[in-house]
C-alpha cells in the first residue's frame, strides 16, 4: 500500500510539474519602487505554481508613459492571452500597479 501511494504521489508531482505555468517580468530594473513591486509579483506567482523564465509565452510589461495618466496612477491591461501590460506615468504608479497586479494573482486570479 505504501508503495502504490508513492508511485501515485509522484505520477501527480510530475503531471502537475509538466503543465507548469511559465511567465516572464520585463521591467528597468534601475528604479528600486519597481524592483520591490517585481519581488512581491515573483513571490505570488511562485506561491500559485508559476514558474519565472525569459522564455515564456506570457509576458508581464511595465511600462513607464508619462503621458498615461496622473502621477502614481496605473493601468493594469491584459493586451492579448499573452500579455499584460502595467502602464504608469511614474515609477511609484508602477510600484502600486505591481503590487495590486501581485494581490490578485494571491487571490486566485489566473493571468491566463
Partial sequence: MKLHFSIFTLVILLVGCSKSKTVNIEYDSSFPQVEFAVSDLTKALVLKSYLISK????????IQDSTCCSPQEFSIKRVSNSKIEIIASDTNGLMYGGLELAELIYTGNELS
Avoid at 55 to 62: L, Q, V
Fill in 55 to 62: 522564455k515564456a509565452k506570457t509576458t508581464i510589461h511595465f
